[in-house]
């Protein structure tokens, strides 16, 4: 069992930064991938990153590449989400979420934080 909170959402303007966390909880956190996920009003939601959980490997989507960054702590039970240069476009709900294996898949990841509003103003 893992239950996720998201924090660290709120209101940018274009170009600033912002650091997303997930806390994880249930004593199982090393075993698991985590990912993030995004949805805008109207849009299904859509993978943005992902990292193992040994060897810390990551994926991310194109359109966040290089921009954002992300990241785990296991000792203190926690992923982050570093967000640099954004964009209005990067305006959604961010959501983290942790399952067996690293996937940019949403059946994949067997648990889901309620979310956090990020969004980006011209």
């Known amino acids: 069992q893992v239950q996720l909170v998201e924090s660290g959402g709120g209101l940018v303007q274009a170009g600033g930064s912002l650091r997303l966390s997930c806390a994880a909880s249930?004593?199982?956190?090393?075993?698991?991938?985590m990912g993030w996920f995004r949805q805008a009003p109207g849009k299904e939601r859509e993978f943005v990153a992902t990292?193992?959980?040994?060897?810390?490997?990551?994926y991310y989507a194109d359109s966040v590449k290089g921009r954002f960054t992300i990241s785990r702590d296991n000792a203190k039970n926690t992923l982050y989400l570093q967000l640099n240069s954004l964009k209005p476009e990067d305006t959604a709900i961010y959501y983290c979420?942790?399952?067996?294996?690293?996937?940019?898949?949403?059946?994949?990841?067997?648990?889901w934080g309620q979310g956090t509003q990020v969004t980006v103003s011209s």
């Open positions: 990292i193992s959980w040994n060897f810390g490997s990551t």
């Open positions: 979420a942790a399952g067996p294996v690293l996937s940019t898949l949403r059946r994949d990841y067997n648990y």
């Open positions: 249930g004593h199982t956190f090393r075993m698991y991938a």
